[in-house]
Nanobody, 123 residues
Framework: QVQLVESGGGLVQAGGSLRLSCAGS????????MGWFRQAPGKERELVAANRWSGGSTYYADSVKGRFTISRDNAKNTVYLQMNSLKPEDTGVYYC????????????????WGQGTQVTVSS
């Protein structure tokens, strides 16, 4: 079993930066693929970024490519999402997800989900 807790959200002006953290528990955390999703009111949840436990495979949505970076520190059981050059359309609740299978993370069917952290970008 893995439990995930997101933090780092807040209010920021367009063009600013935030770093989200996802702290996990579980002895097998380092071998789980991880993903970040976001959901705006009235819209579907969308995949933002994901990576494998072993590295070498990283996914970014076209809308965030070049602005967001996903990274992980397995020693700290933590995954990060560095968000730069934020835009108002980045506003939403951001969730982290974990699954032993990378393809399940990409498909949005991860076994484990955090409770979310709010990100609001003002114009």
């Amino acid at each position: 079993q893995v439990q995930l807790v997101e933090s780092g959200g807040g209010l920021v002006q367009a063009g600013g930066s935030l770093r989200l953290s996802c702290a996990g528990s579980g002895r097998t955390f380092s071998r789980y693929a991880m993903g970040w999703f976001r959901q705006a009111p009235g819209k579907e949840r969308e995949l933002v970024a994901a990576n494998r436990w072993s590295g070498g495979s990283t996914y970014y949505a076209d809308s965030v490519k070049g602005r967001f970076t996903i990274s992980r520190d397995n020693a700290k059981n933590t995954v990060y999402l560095q968000m730069n050059s934020l835009k108002p359309e980045d506003t939403g609740v951001y969730y982290c997800a974990a699954d032993p299978t990378f393809s399940d993370v990409l498909a949005g069917t991860s076994d484990y989900w955090g409770q979310g952290t709010q990100v609001t970008v003002s114009s």
